[in-house]
């Protein structure tokens, strides 16, 4: 693929910069930064400058990332140059308050709500935690008695 191909706006691609392997599974970023600030930022690309932009959704998120931008670098670097591609010289970073990242991620973590519970496994679990764990608080003993509740249900439509 031509230079003039790979460049976006001055950007060069980010999917430019990954390789194929991981460019499918879209964890680069991920692992280079973990989870907790993938979920609040993304890589937009590395300028002609050798400057790597991220935006972050918010201060909080700008601020971790500037302060481990010493660390990111060199992670981004050591796989820029395993690839053959340009290392970065520095991180510049900046608040979009309005960018999602990838949003349909986000659906897909959520779960759907629990079934109903059954009364009748509820009592049974309800006098399962008042024979196990006397004298505990009422809220904690119902929250115990519905997620025994939920177990013996899915006990049972396993069939064990």
Known sequence: MDETRRRWRGLERAAALLPRGVRAELGSWERLVGPTLAAETAMVGLDEAGVLRVAARNEAARQELLARSMDLLAAFNLQANAMGRRPATRVACWVASTFSVNPARAVA????????????????????????????????????????????????????
């Open 109 to 160: 973590r959520r779960r759907p709500p629990p079934p109903p519970i059954a009364p009748e496994l509820l009592e049974e679990a309800r006098a399962e935690v008042a024979r196990l764990a006397p004298g505990v608080s009422p809220a904690i003993a119902e929250s115990l008695a519905r997620a025994r509740a939920r177990a013996l249900a899915r006990g049972r439509r396993s069939g064990g």
